[in-house]
């Protein structure tokens, strides 16, 4: 009836085993990370730094044998070099011996990642300090810096009309957000969902599909939506409704979790159900961030409704990209400006109204 | 016996051992002190007995009901029968103090009801008749938030008598209150013991407060009761046998 545990262990006996366990886990982590750390130098060093900076060549040589060779020897490499327990990975999961060897090795061995990885850096991204101070370059930045100091009038209605059009996607999508984002924010919130297991696998279910949503730009949505319901603004509502959706209902139920959950427990003990528990003790405490979070958000799409346009989702970003394509940079610099004021303004008043509901 | 409770453990998931088979009965109409320090199980205790949590094993009973692993309707009828008021008070900070008070009713009103909060004329006037029993019906239209710890319990105290509790569990009630304020809450949970025969099981830290308000006394330590008696027999060896020898006792009027 009484659930003593049986058989008494001796605490440090129990503590001593998780420990080993821990350890045992902890190696082939350092293995694995070795294996690839040094499979990373490896690579960096032979196509980068030998092809590219070296012999400089433009078209690199690929072979699935080279670089199934230079796996191997990483893996050899990285599994010899944790087993002496010196290695940086070691040293990270906490498995390594406390000597002068693990000093220096870890000590070089970061350094020269780092240093690896910056030049990398350098020679992918073409970094060049002549190109920003030649005088081609230099005049053309004159052309585009010119226009924006002599913004073309004559077709400021249109712009006007586009990025009116603009903010309205951005209003639209923030707006019929809120209902599908309140809804999923209850279940996605762990301390509502974790009483019983159906509860909890729902609540499993739903974060990785948001989370999946969330982590493809909304730009990548609108080029898919405009394949989907045609080229033009409803397609770019829809990209924002959906990665807003996805990233509200995170930071809703994110503050549904962080509630108190004193009024939660004198709530329940008045013998009151689930709902009238949620209407009453959870509901007030996170209207607030709730429409914090949304308006705050409604700005980010008035900015994110200007890039999705460059894609083909409407209001000014579509005009921005077609007066680009005919390299006419005045009406360019036109739209820039009042893509910069509308910006300005909406975070202002965004960052106004929620200092005053605070 | 409104209340009795039988060799009870509770293990915690972290696997923290907070009972190690406690065992009380309750008389109607008594006011039972229980103390101990901070961890002892006291809470905990409190918690098993209107089910807010599960206990591992024992029985508990309330009257003369088992209902010790009861779940759903049957369970939120037991949990609306027993009142509880909390050390941090609880309540719904933005909210009016009537509202507060009213959800104590939440038990017996109908879900729909409760979220378009359209209550009765009665539940209205019963909510201000137990803010005027607890001395602040003035307060009622304002924000529960605006009101200084003292008046936030006197709401919570009120929130709970919305049940017309058979029993009133209070655990560490006057912990976040000075001295001052603490014995004026005390003052409020016996006049509710004498004026309208609820039972009390309180957790107190003073013993001068307990000396004062309990008809009987429960000492917790390691989950365990090491000590139960009249309040005034609690002497110098008893004291630092509860509380460790390190302690003292502290004078609170």
């Known amino acids: 009836m009484i659930a003593e545990p049986e058989v008494e262990i001796h605490p440090q006996k129990i503590i001593d085993r998780n420990k080993r366990k821990e350890d045992k886990f902890n190696f082939i982590k350092a293995i694995l990370l070795d294996i690839f750390l040094v499979f990373y130098s490896l690579i960096v060093l032979q196509r980068a730094i030998y092809f590219k900076f070296i012999l400089d060549l433009r078209e690199l040589p690929f072979s699935w044998n080279e670089i199934g060779i230079i796996y191997l020897i990483s893996v050899v490499t990285g599994i010899l070099w944790t087993s002496t327990k010196t290695s940086l990975s070691c040293k990270l999961f906490g498995i390594a011996k406390d000597n002068k060897i693990t000093k220096w090795t870890v000590e070089i061995f970061s350094w020269f990642l780092f240093n690896i990885t910056f030049i990398a850096g350098w020679i992918v991204t073409k970094f060049s300090i002549v190109d920003i101070f030649s005088s081609e370059g230099i005049q053309g930045a004159q052309r585009i810096f010119g226009a924006l100091f002599q913004p073309e009038m004559g077709i400021f209605d249109d712009a006007l009309f586009a990025i009116i059009e603009t903010i309205y996607i951005a209003l639209l999508a923030t707006l019929i957000s809120i209902p599908p984002t309140l809804l999923l924010s209850f279940f996605t919130a762990r301390n509502l969902m974790r009483d019983n297991k159906i509860a909890f696998t729902v609540y499993y279910v739903l974060r990785i599909i948001l989370n999946f949503i969330r982590s493809i730009e909304p730009l990548i949505w609108a080029i898919i939506f405009s394949v989907w319901v045609g080229i033009g603004p409803y397609a770019g509502m829809i990209a924002l409704l959906v990665h807003t959706i996805a990233s509200n209902a995170k930071l809703y139920s994110e503050a549904i979790e962080n509630i108190e959950e004193g009024p939660i427990e004198a709530i329940s003990a008045t013998g009151a159900n689930k709902i009238q528990i949620v209407w009453y003790a959870v509901v007030p405490q996170i209207l607030l961030p709730f429409l914090s979070f949304t308006i705050y958000r409604w700005d980010i799409n008035v900015r994110m409704a200007t890039i999705i346009g460059l894609v083909g989702g409407g209001g000014i970003g579509t005009m921005l990209m077609q007066y680009q394509g005919l390299a006419r940079w005045h009406e360019v610099g036109l739209i820039v400006l009042m893509i910069a004021f509308v910006v300005w303004v909406m975070d202002y008043i965004s960052a106004r109204i929620r200092e005053a509901i605070y | ?253």
């Open chain 2, 1 to 253: 016996m409104i209340l009795e409770v039988k060799n009870l453990h509770k293990i915690y998931n972290s696997g923290t051992h907070a009972l190690k088979g406690v065992s009380i009965s309750v008389e109607a109409g008594e006011f039972l002190v229980i103390i101990g320090l901070s961890g002892s199980g006291k809470s905990t205790l409190l918690r098993c007995i209107n089910r807010l949590i599960e206990p591992t094993s024992g029985k508990v009973k309330f009257l003369g009901k088992d209902i010790t692993h009861i779940k759903g309707e049957e369970l939120r009828k037991v949990k609306s029968q027993i009142g509880m008021v909390f050390q941090q008070f609880n309540l719904i900070k933005r909210r009016s103090v009537l509202t507060n008070v009213i959800t104590g009713k939440l038990g017996s009103l109908s879900t729909f009801n409760s979220i378009i909060e359209k209550f009765d004329k009665e539940v209205i006037n019963e909510a201000l008749n137990n803010l005027e029993t607890v001395g602040i019906s003035e307060k009622a239209k304002e924000r529960a938030d605006s009101l200084s710890g003292g008046q936030q319990q006197r709401v919570a105290i009120a929130r709970s008598l919305m049940q017309n509790p058979k029993l009133l569990l209070a655990d560490e009630p006057v912990a976040s209150l000075d001295p001052a304020t603490s014995n004026s809450v005390m003052h409020y949970f016996e006049k509710i013991n004498k004026d309208f025969g609820t039972t009390v099981i309180c957790n107190l830290h003073f013993l001068s407060l307990v000396r004062r308000y309990a008809t009987r006394v429960i000492a917790l330590k390691a989950g365990e009761i090491i000590y139960e008696g009249l309040p005034h027999e609690i002497d110098e060896t008893w004291f630092k046998t509860i509380y460790g020898e390190e302690a003292e006792e502290v004078e609170i009027r």
